[in-house]
């Protein structure tokens, strides 16, 4: 006697009914709860009862208000025990969870910040999954595979669009700890991005082929589990990605490098900088905050910018007072004395002084107190190599949601204060733990 007893969820509770009658005065109704475990998840095994005076019996398995059949036990033959009969009931519970590092449950996942995962060079660390705190395992508890060693699941996720669904991947579990019915995947990280997504190394097979540890996905987006891997599903379960989805706004906008009465061009094409802005925004995964940007919007040099001799910004390499032209180019084109909302201008070049630089934010900490009201504009320049633009717009970004320099000289961190690299996995991608809460906590941050 075995019995499928499909459980949609863990998290509903669950019982066995068991009700017997045979002469009407040894009638017995009982409800049995099975014993949980310290996560408050049933423990599937077989559990035996003693059941008076049965002649008939049915027995039934409750789950969240919806009823099974329990195959009852058709052993029931010989001499009439009118005193007591037992009789067990195999109670296969399945269930697939989502659990986190420490193997606890979870409903939702984080994308990976790839934390502990570089060595000098940077290069990445074999076992780099092993060490992030965001990796996670998938359970699956089927006692009817007991002794078999081995479950296989499908798991694919789900965003909005197409861009960042991951294909289903077979991903196998072995069963933990031995003979239990309790199959436990290796650890895997939720990623934000073909690059990482892509990765491998000797711990790392090719994306999306049979035990793939890395799988892409979008914030806002879910992760599916399905049990088995092949034929009917008969058990899945969805995580929601992050745990606690927040905002951000930026108004993004590209100057032509003069007046378009005059034959001005856009410094940079529409499609480029929107490219970029969605590179931000896999960057940004990382720390569970979605850029919401609109634009962008093309704009002519206001009067008083001449992009002819570039935008200059500070006067001089040292100064600490933004430049009349950059105070006017804001004013006019983005919001005049006010830090509520973000504006991104893209420039054909950013004179520092005689020098140049990529990007540069109005960042408070950096700049005299009376340029307070022009914090939270950054400008960027034209280049279109990428993902180096992408990079640099969720790094000049980061200058302003952390109100903070280059803490680190590490390239593969986003804010290193060199040029910023664009070397596949162990590129300037990652945001830290400490960058994370700070964000997180930053005022237009929503
Ligand atoms: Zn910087």
Redesign the pocket.
């Known amino acids: 006697m075995r019995d499928a007893l499909r459980r949609r969820s863990a998290r509903h509770r669950a019982w066995l009914e068991v009700e017997a009658w045979g002469y009407p005065h040894l009638s017995a109704r009982g409800r049995w709860e099975p014993p949980k475990g310290a996560d408050g998840e049933v423990l599937p095994g077989v559990y035996r009862f003693q059941v008076r005076g049965v002649v008939q019996d049915k027995a039934r398995y409750v789950d969240g208000g919806r009823t099974h059949a329990v195959e009852h036990p058709n052993s029931l033959d010989g001499p009439l025990n009118l005193s007591s009969l037992s009789f067990h009931a195999r109670l296969t519970l399945l269930s697939v969870d989502f659990l986190d590092a420490s193997k606890n449950p979870v409903s939702t996942l984080k994308v990976g910040k790839w934390e502990n995962a570089f060595n000098a060079g940077p290069t990445v660390k074999d076992n780099f999954i092993d060490l992030d705190p965001d990796r996670f395992y998938v359970r699956v508890n089927d006692q009817s595979k007991k002794r078999t060693g081995k479950v296989s699941v499908k798991l694919s996720t789900d965003s909005t669009g197409t861009d960042y669904d991951d294909d289903a991947t077979e991903i196998e579990r072995n069963e933990e700890p031995a003979n239990s019915g309790i199959f436990i995947s290796t650890n895997m990280l939720m990623v934000s991005d073909d690059v990482d997504d892509d990765f491998t190394n000797p711990n790392v097979v090719a994306d999306d082929t049979k035990n793939d540890r890395t799988h892409k996905i979008a914030l806002g987006g879910k992760v599916k589990v399905q049990y088995p891997e092949t034929g009917t599903v008969i058990c899945e379960e969805e995580a929601n990605v992050p745990p606690s989805l927040k905002a951000i706004d930026v108004n993004v906008i590209i100057l032509r490098d003069k007046s378009a009465a005059t034959g001005g061009v856009p410094v940079i094409a529409v499609a480029t900088v929107s490219n970029f802005w969605n590179i931000a925004k896999e960057r940004y995964a990382q720390v569970g905050v979605d850029i919401q940007w609109t634009g962008p919007t093309v704009e002519d040099p206001p009067a008083g910018v001449d992009l002819s001799d570039w935008l200059q910004v500070l006067d001089t390499s040292t100064s600490t007072v933004l430049s009349a032209e950059a105070k006017t180019l804001i004013s006019a084109v983005g919001t005049a004395n006010t830090t509520a909302d973000i504006h991104v201008f893209y420039v054909n070049r950013i004179a520092v002084g005689s020098s140049f630089a990529g990007?540069l934010a109005v960042a408070d900490f950096y700049f005299d107190e009376s340029d307070d009201p022009f914090a939270y504009n950054m400008f960027i320049n034209s280049s279109t190599s990428s993902p180096w633009g992408g990079y640099a717009a969720a790094?000049?970004l980061t200058?302003l949601t952390t109100d903070a320099?280059?803490p680190t000289a590490d390239t593969w961190r986003l804010m290193h204060?060199a040029v910023l690299t664009t070397t596949g996995a162990a590129g300037s991608r990652r945001l830290t733990a400490s960058e994370e809460t700070t964000i997180r906590g930053n005022s237009h941050v929503h």
């Open positions: 990007g790094h000049e200058h320099g280059h204060g």
